[in-house]
């Protein structure tokens, strides 16, 4: 009943991002028709940039932070240990952690350079790199901090959003300037949020489940099973049609 009950949630959501775009569009359409006045759609079309981060927040905050894995699988055969999950917690450890310092700086470099013109923040050096690294890595380890630092990237995405809304309705453009411009190679600034938000929605998900429970204190992990891949189905699908809305809204 839970599933069905998420499924129909997700389905409901993604339509109505299907949807959105298109009104959007034409709130923009008749706030165009009298451009140097304050008016109720002009009102409209600004508060509209903010509909979807926020249902991408709350719908990840739901659905995607709080995970719970079966623990008879502890039991099977299959099982990770040793040497390979040493490598497995730490690659992910650390990728998760990169991200995370390199999407905060991110929302720091918008700020700055958007708002406090003048005032430039420095991208960390390596060793500054190093230990924020570390910091959020401990900070991963335990479960209230870890669902802690996953409220910071989705509030961290909102305002990200946020500022690429506010530089669209305005014509700013960005430049090299801009730290968030160096990702992919991409020009759109958008795509650019969501796949960094994707990333560590995939390598946070898979951190839950190497640390569930007591795995790493037990240092034995089940291999994940069928159903352990519906999770990682859903966040691929619920980004993809993000990804289908912005590509309208643009």
């Given amino acids: 009943m839970i599933i069905k009950n998420n499924t129909t949630n997700l389905l409901v959501t993604l339509l109505f991002l299907l949807i959105l775009p298109f009104v959007q569009k034409q709130w923009l359409n008749l706030y165009s028709l009298n451009i140097n006045d304050i008016s109720f759609y002009s009102i409209l079309y600004y508060l509209s940039g903010a509909i979807c981060p926020s249902l991408v ?9 709080y995970y719970n894995f079966s623990r008879d699988k502890i039991h099977n055969i299959k099982i990770i240990k040793g040497k390979r999950l040493l490598f497995l917690v730490a690659i992910n450890l ?27 923040v420095p991208k960390p050096d390596i060793p500054q790199l190093s230990f924020l690294i570390f910091l959020i ?4 380890i335990f479960k209230k901090c870890r669902f802690l630092l996953k409220n910071i990237i989705l509030v961290n995405f909102v305002l990200i959003s946020l500022y690429l809304w506010h ?24 795509l650019i949020n969501l796949f960094i938000l994707f990333a560590i929605e ?25 159903v ?13 049609f993000i990804i289908i809305y912005y590509s309208i809204l643009t």
């Fill in 202 to 226: 995939i390598s946070f998900y898979t951190w839950s489940f190497l640390s569930y429970k007591t795995n790493l204190s037990d240092w034995i992990v089940p291999k994940p099973q069928k």
């Fill in 167 to 190: 530089l669209q309705i305005n014509n700013i453009s960005v430049d090299v300037q801009f730290y968030i411009y160096r990702y992919f190679g991409l020009n759109d600034l958008n």
């Fill in 94 to 120: 650390i990728f998760l952690s990169y991200l995370i310092t390199d999407y905060i700086y991110i929302n720091f470099d918008l700020i700055f350079k958007l708002f406090l013109e003048g005032i430039n």
């Fill in 57 to 65: 927040y709350i719908n990840s905050l739901k659905n995607y932070t």
């Fill in 137 to 140: 890595s401990i900070l991963l």
């Fill in 228 to 240: 352990d891949l519906i999770p990682f189905l859903n966040i691929f699908i619920f980004y993809f």
